[in-house]
C-alpha cells in the first residue's frame, strides 16, 4: 500500500521542481530588461549610427587630397585641317597651409566626442525609465 503513494508522490516532487526550474529561468532581473530596452530602442540604434558615421568622418578628415592629373587632345581632321592637332597635359597638387588638416581632424574628433556623449545621455536615460517602470 505504501508503494502505490510513494509513485505519486515521486512524481509530484519532480514535476513541482522542474515547474520552480522554469519558473526561476523565465525571471527576468531588471539589467536584463535594461539591456534589452537598449538593444531595442530606436533612438539608440540610432544614435549608434549616427558614431559610427561621425568615426567614418573623423577618418575621411585625416586624407590628405589626392594629385589631380589632367590629358586633352585635339584634332583637326573632322573639320577637314589634317595638320592641326592639340595636346595638353596638367598635374594639380593641393597643398594645405595654416594647419588646415590639423584643424579638420581636431573638429572630427569634437564630432565623435559629441556622438558619443549624446549616446551616453540617452542610454542613461532609457535605463532610468525602465527602472522607474520596473520598480
Do not use: W
Not at 118 to 131: F, G, H, K, M, P
Request: aromatic share 4%.
Amino acid at each position: 500500500m505504501k508503494r502505490k503513494h510513494v509513485l505519486p508522490l515521486c512524481l509530484g516532487v519532480l514535476f513541482a521542481s522542474a515547474a520552480a526550474r522554469s519558473q526561476e529561468n523565465s525571471a527576468i532581473t531588471l539589467e536584463e530588461l535594461v539591456r534589452a530596452s537598449l538593444e531595442r530602442n530606436r533612438e539608440v540604434l540610432a544614435l549608434r549610427q549616427r558614431v559610427a558615421q561621425t568615426q567614418g568622418l573623423r577618418k575621411q578628415a585625416g586624407v590628405r587630397p589626392a594629385l589631380e592629373i589632367q590629358a586633352e587632345g585635339g584634332s583637326g581632321k573632322p573639320l577637314g585641317s589634317a595638320g592641326e592637332q592639340e595636346f595638353a597635359a596638367s598635374a594639380k597638387q593641393v597643398i594645405e597651409t595654416f594647419g588646415k588638416r590639423a584643424d579638420r581632424m581636431r573638429v572630427a574628433e569634437f564630432s565623435v566626442a559629441l556622438a558619443e556623449a549624446e549616446i551616453d545621455a540617452r542610454s542613461t536615460q532609457v535605463s532610468y525609465d525602465v527602472e522607474t517602470a520596473y520598480l
